[in-house]
């Protein structure tokens, strides 16, 4: 009979059927992201980025544009307005010499009034070529956005609130006011609506209030 020999402390104990303890770093996570998904999120959202930057540079070269715009159009509004007291001067210059001056006068005075007549016609036209136009208010309803009321003057031949008298021109450039034309405003004409003649009433006084303020 082979005697077994006996196990000692120091021989190792087999592991058979035992496996390894798992490395926590190498532990899959149940929860993983598909590689595609991740990538196709990726994706998307880049794209929501460049979609976006290239909205803001539209935008960035519509106001860009808008701005070179209003600065070639409106640039001039300071040099225009001082402007306009030059053809205010022509035009009174011309208005003091009535028709039966005009026709008494020697030739080299016609010729001096045509010259002028010539002058004033240039300027507003070059005036008219950078965008400021002349604002014909005589006959119109007055309006406080274009016309600046110096008073009113009774008038029963045409509604109250109509422009019967210019005193000085108007003009807009593109589409704002340059200088409010001052009118004369009519009272006491057709009988439209009370309502509309006191409204035109207290916008001449409130037009008339602004001018002050503005002095």
Not at 76 to 97: C, E, H, K, P, Q
Not at 109 to 135: A, F, M, N, P, W
Request: negative net charge; charged residues 30%; without cysteine.
């Amino acid at each position: 009979m082979t005697d077994t020999p006996a196990r000692t402390g120091t021989e190792p104990m087999e592991q058979e059927g035992m496996s390894p303890s798992p490395n926590p770093e190498q532990t899959p996570d149940a929860a993983s992201e598909d590689p595609t998904a991740a990538l196709a999120k990726e994706a998307a959202q880049l794209k929501d980025r460049l979609l976006r930057a290239l909205a803001e540079m539209e935008n960035l070269r519509r106001r860009t544009e808008k701005e070179v715009a209003d600065a070639r159009l409106y640039g001039i509004s300071s040099f225009a307005r001082d402007m306009l007291g030059v053809a205010d001067n022509m035009r009174r210059a011309l208005d003091t010499i009535g028709p039966d001056l005009r026709e008494s006068a020697d030739t080299g005075i016609k010729s001096l009034l045509e010259g002028i007549d010539l002058t004033e016609r240039e300027l507003l036209k070059v005036l008219d070529k950078h965008g400021v136009k002349k604002l014909e208010p005589q006959g119109a309803k007055f309006d406080p956005n274009l016309h600046q009321a110096m008073y009113e003057v009774p008038d029963p031949s045409v509604p109250s609130g109509t422009v019967v008298q210019v005193v000085q021109s108007g003009y807009t450039i593109g589409e704002r006011i340059l200088r409010p034309a001052m009118v004369a405003v009519a009272r006491g004409g057709p009988k439209g609506s009370a309502a509309q003649a006191d409204n035109n009433s207290r916008s001449a006084e409130a037009s008339k209030d602004a001018s002050v303020d503005q002095s």
